[in-house]
């Protein structure tokens, strides 16, 4: 049977396959699926051929607590084997060999990480199992989990080795390097992701344990301890009490919210009200300064167009400082006239037209 | 300022606000800064309030001296909720804060675990009512008491776990 005519008799009977993998077992399998090895006989039933099943699961994310994760000490050894058997000879027979096995090692690295994920996240979803077993669980998976550790060191290290062999096993590892990294750091997320959540389960039980003891002294009436709880805390307890018979208010009345209003508007005593009107602008008006006598400039300069204020300041005998701050000062009369240039002081040129 | 007074009106309620409520995130998140906290608790301090805010929500009590008929109601309210609690933690034993509920889910799940223990609950809090009107007044007890909250709006099946779940967490942790 090739490849194709298989697809073409799984898609025939995908009926029959997809009852046999949701029922477990089938009383009838089709012939050709028998013969095929889809279907095994068991006695007076047929199921599914395991190799297909752990394929779909594979494929489907769909994983069991009794799921065995490999150790790869069959595949390490034979690697090792290989390895040293194309060294004392360099065949390539034996160099193949290591490569496949470096792909089919680097392959099951990659499917049991699809498998751990899957079946964390089957632990973290679970609603079918107390949390009893769930625990019991999360320590079943980290145990396994914790024992590939050794499997992934060992790994680890025949891999570098290859690579100081021969340049083709080097190009191969480090091809798969990075990958090869990224699953086996994974391990140790697992292992801190499955030791939180255990301790977490832990404290849950805890917790479900403590609602339902109350819950149960509540239906037998063996409830003083919460009721004097209750009563004697009330003053820190939540009120939330109402009924249509009896209105039981103890959270605010209407004068209450009264109050509240009041001393909400307190608060928006340090609001800035917005402006009504738009505020007119109007452009700065010059100001006098104390240390000269303005007026006197400006009646100077009224005398005669000037060509650069600044020069004319010193002249008039105003020291460098003083005849900045009067030039700046004058810069906002109407008369000045803005040039491109600078003088000799790197000071803009402006000139005063009367 | 508005939403000190949205917080003091949602708060006068009786509303337990959780911090991964959606419904009243804005709020929530306008709590979670110290300074609008301080500023609501010393307003209401005022009136004799005291705002609440611990592991994750926010309440508010008053100083008030009860009736006889308000301490029943007040003790009875809590034994509801510890009990619809119960439930909830029997049927999905990993439940969280942040966890999605489907009513649908849950119904499948409680035909398959009911059990004496599940029905004592479900007869205290809802008597003889059918089984499918005990599972709508159980989450609408839930929702009314902001344990549960819709996750939105048209999604009338999944229902979101607040963080006030464990204001009744720190009640069974004392007496239990």
Redesign the interface.
């Known amino acids: 049977m090739t490849h194709q005519e298989l697809v073409e008799l799984l898609y025939k009977n995908k009926q029959q396959i997809h009852q046999g993998y949701v029922q477990g077992s089938l009383e009838y399998a089709d012939k050709a699926l028998v013969d095929a090895t889809v279907f095994v006989e068991v006695g007076q039933n047929y199921v599914l051929n395991k190799n297909y099943i752990t394929f779909v699961n594979s494929v489907l994310d769909r994983v069991d607590y009794s799921i065995v994760f490999g150790d790869y000490q069959k595949e390490h050894q034979e690697l090792i084997k290989y390895k040293n058997k194309y060294l004392s000879g360099y065949e390539t027979f034996y160099k193949n060999k290591v490569l496949q096995l470096v792909d089919d090692i680097y392959l099951k690295f990659f499917y049991r990480d699809k498998e751990i994920a899957a079946l964390l996240k089957k632990l973290e979803s679970e609603m079918e199992l107390e949390l009893d077993l769930i625990i019991e669980e999360a320590n079943n998976i980290l145990e396994k989990i914790s024992e590939l550790i050794e499997a992934n060191t060992n790994i680890t290290n025949t891999f570098i080795e290859l690579k100081s062999i021969d340049e083709t096993f080097k190009e191969k590892v480090t091809m798969l390097d990075e990958g090869f990294l990224v699953l086996v750091e994974k391990i140790s997320t697992y292992i801190e992701w499955l030791n939180g959540f255990i301790i977490q389960t832990k404290n849950k039980r805890r917790q479900n344990k403590l609602f339902l003891k109350v819950a149960h002294d509540i239906l037998y009436e063996h409830n003083d301890n919460l009721e004097f709880f209750l009563t004697s805390n009330q003053e820190r307890l939540h009120h939330t009490i109402t009924s249509s018979r009896n209105r039981v208010v103890t959270y605010p009345k209407e004068e209450d919210l009264t109050q509240v209003g009041a001393a909400l508007k307190e608060f928006n005593f340090i609001r800035v009200e917005k402006p009504k009107a738009k505020v007119k602008l109007t452009p700065p008006q010059p100001q006098k300064l104390d240390i000269v006598n303005i007026d006197t400039i400006l009646e100077l300069l009224a005398k005669q167009n000037c060509e650069d204020i600044f020069l004319f300041l010193l002249q008039e005998g105003f020291e460098y400082n003083k005849a900045f701050l009067i030039y700046l000062q004058l810069l906002s009369f109407e008369e000045v006239v803005f040039t491109n240039q600078f003088n000799k002081h790197n000071i803009r040129i402006v000139q005063w037209n009367n | 300022?508005e939403q000190?007074?949205e917080a003091?009106?949602i708060?006068?309620?009786?509303v337990?606000l959780s911090q991964n409520s959606k419904k009243y995130s804005e709020v929530v998140n306008f709590l979670a800064i110290d300074e609008n906290f301080e500023k609501l608790s010393s307003?209401?301090s005022?009136?004799g309030?005291?705002l609440?805010g611990e592991n994750g929500y926010f309440?508010?009590?008053?100083?008030?001296t009860?009736t006889p008929?308000?301490?029943q109601?007040?003790?009875e309210?809590?034994?509801k909720v510890?009990?619809a609690?119960?439930?909830l933690?029997?049927i999905?034993?990993?439940?969280?804060p942040n966890d999605t509920i489907k009513i649908t889910?849950f119904t499948a799940?409680l035909t398959k675990r009911v059990d004496e223990?599940l029905e004592?609950?479900l007869y205290?809090l809802f008597g003889e009512l059918d089984t499918k009107t005990k599972i709508e007044e159980f989450f609408k007890l839930l929702e009314k008491?902001a344990i549960l909250e819709r996750v939105n709006a048209k999604d009338k099946d999944s229902f979101r776990v607040m963080q006030s779940i464990n204001?009744?967490?720190k009640?069974?942790?004392?007496?239990?």
């Open positions: 300022m000190l007074k003091f009106e708060l006068s309620k009786g337990i307003l209401v005022q009136l309030f005291e609440i309440y508010f009590v008053k100083e008030s009860m008929t308000e301490v109601l007040f003790v309210s809590h034994k510890i009990v609690i119960a439930i933690k029997q999905i034993p990993l439940l969280s889910d799940e223990s004592q609950k205290f008491r204001y009744y967490l009640i069974v942790e004392s007496v239990g």
